[in-house]
């Protein structure tokens, strides 16, 4: 079955850029989409189709995708962008929706 | 305001039964697929099962194909899921989430605040 996988954890200082990454076998071919889910609430879709941005998420979040590895780029890291990241596709093998293991995004 | 609210849940033994509700409002309800994500304490995220507008199409998780069931009521702007043989393992808050239209993937937009199960004996 396809797996994604991030990193556990990820650390920044403010003001510096936080790269959030979720690897699957020829990932790029797939649309990857990202969540925050900041502690107590419900998940936020931060990143969808690879790249594109819902309204009212700041220009700050991008996301690119290629090869076996898509990417979460956070710019101008802020205190309130400390979240449990999540990358999520939908596989056609299996005909179901999957979501990476986390990553905890800690700004220092 | 688009709006999902989960209710339902609660403390259950293993092998008993729950069923959960999701109450939608601010959107157009019977356009849309409609998802159960849930997340064990502590733990990530796990696509549960989800259902097309018109109930068509479903599919469920392996970990809970044949003891779970999702459904919807247009006319009451709900969705559900009978959970049923629960297990120790189910133990997990429980989110409804909308789909977003208009792409040959999931994508989830709105997502409720969840409504927690806890399996125990």
């Known amino acids: 079955s396809y797996v994604l996988t991030q990193p556990p954890s990820v650390s920044v200082a403010p003001g510096q850029t936080a790269t959030i990454t979720c690897g699957g076998n020829n990932i790029g071919t797939k649309s990857v989409h990202w969540y925050h889910q900041k502690p107590g609430q419900a998940p936020v879709l931060v990143v ?10 700041p220009e700050r979040f991008s996301g690119s995708n ?3 590895t898509a ?3 956070i710019s101008r890291v802020e ?3 400390e979240a449990d990241y999540y990358c999520q596709v939908w596989d056609n093998i299996s005909d179901h929706v999957l979501f990476g293991g986390g990553t905890k995004l800690t700004v220092l | 305001e688009v709006q999902l609210v989960e209710s339902g849940g609660g403390l259950v033994q293993p092998g008993r039964s729950l069923r ?3 109450a939608a409002s601010g959107f157009t309800f019977d356009d849309y697929s409609m998802h159960w994500v ?3 304490p502590g733990k990530g995220l796990e696509w549960v099962s989800d259902i097309i507008w ?3 199409r479903i599919r469920y998780a392996d970990s809970v194909k044949g003891r779970f069931t999702i459904s919807r009521d247009n006319a009451r702007n709900s969705l559900y899921l009978q959970m049923n043989s629960l297990r120790v393992e189910d133990t997990a808050l429980y989110f409804c989430a909308k789909e977003m239209q208009g792409a040959a993937t999931v994508r989830l937009d709105v997502w409720g605040q969840g ?3 806890i399996v125990s004996s």
């Not at chain 1, 969808?48 to 998420?57: A, E, K, L």
């Open chain 1, 48 to 57: 969808y189709d690879d790249s594109d941005r819902p309204s009212g998420i």
């Open chain 1, 66 to 68: 290629s090869g076996n």
């Open chain 1, 71 to 73: 990417t979460l780029t």
């Open chain 1, 79 to 81: 205190a309130g962008d």
């Open chain 2, 20 to 22: 959960l509700s999701c």
């Open chain 2, 38 to 40: 849930r997340q064990a």
């Open chain 2, 54 to 56: 018109n109930s068509g």
């Open chain 2, 115 to 117: 409504t927690t199960v």
